[in-house]
């Protein structure tokens, strides 16, 4: 009989803050969800970043609950250790409270273990009401790519830290577990985590925070020209990738492949 793995609960993701590191990061399918949790991740956030890096939008606004439901349900399925978090997409929870609920509960019952919704001060009402009723929030203010219009791009925000503090302020008061903080200054995110008895989980956000979150496709350089300041490339992933096909390729064009072991008799 194997070992039996410790899941990851959110209980354990908030007995963390203080004590070491969360580690975070994004999958959206079969294949990336079974690195991610063999990798070690606390958290698999099912992202609608999947709007980007894996249906090729500009933006995360064109996703939908019927996609991302499709990447949570696999996700969920495959990922053993890490929590599950399954990130609401845009519109799905902005309309009414009911809407809201209704669709957070479709992820819950699809296998997720928490959701995750943009937004600070605005949004604490719906977050206090979803944990009321059983589904564990993660909230996420500085910058909220689904306000991108608004800020008239992926611009840093959170330069005033005491706002960015009363917006996670309202969200651990309504019960989040844990916030991400994104491209917001370093201060700012320091001076907002040391005063949270949650934890914080930054990108872009400098290294005060309690954990860490990159998006997947970033981490392995799998789409070309995607350069952020804050992401750290692991792997070229994109050109090592297009040469392994190019060398598929040529074998085909050549006749190297395949080969008589690599035939039946
Ligand atoms: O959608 C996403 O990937 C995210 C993370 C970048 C936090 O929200």
């Known amino acids: 009989m194997g070992v039996k793995m410790k899941r990851i609960t959110v209980k354990s993701i908030v007995e963390m803050k203080g004590e070491r590191r969360i580690t975070a990061i994004t999958a959206y399918d079969y294949t990336s969800a079974l690195l ?30 019927e996609e991302m439901s499709m990447h949570v349900r696999v996700v969920a399925r495959v990922v053993k250790r890490a929590l599950v978090v399954a990130d609401m997409p845009f519109m799905s929870y902005q309309a009414s409270e009911s809407e809201a609920l209704k669709n957070a509960g479709r992820f819950m019952k699809l296998g997720a273990s928490a959701v995750k919704v943009e937004g600070g001060r605005e949004v604490a009402p719906l977050v206090a009401k979803m944990v009321a009723y059983g589904i564990p929030v993660m909230g996420h203010i500085g910058m909220n790519p689904q306000k991108f219009n608004i800020y008239g791009g992926f611009r840093l925000q959170g330069r005033d830290k005491e706002e960015l503090l009363k917006d996670a302020l ?3 008061d309504a019960g989040a577990f844990s916030i ?16 949270l008895r ?21 981490v392995l350089g799998l789409i070309p020209g995607l350069n952020f300041k804050f992401v750290r490339r692991y792997l070229n992933g994109y050109e090592i990738m297009k040469e ?5 390729r040529e074998d085909v064009l050549n006749g190297n492949f395949p080969s008589p072991e690599e035939s039946y008799d």
């Open 198 to 218: 949650v934890p914080t989980i930054g990108i872009g956000a400098g290294p005060y925070t309690d954990g860490q979150i990159l998006v997947f496709h970033d």
């Open 244 to 248: 392994a096909l190019e060398r598929f």
């Open 180 to 195: 991400v903080l994104e491209k917001v200054p370093t201060e700012s995110a320091k001076y907002v985590s040391e005063r």
């Open 170 to 172: 309202a969200l651990q």
């Open 36 to 65: 991610a949790d063999a990798a070690g991740f606390d958290v698999v956030l099912v992202g609608d970043s999947a709007a980007m890096v894996i249906h090729g939008y500009d933006s995360t606004l064109p996703i939908g609950m």
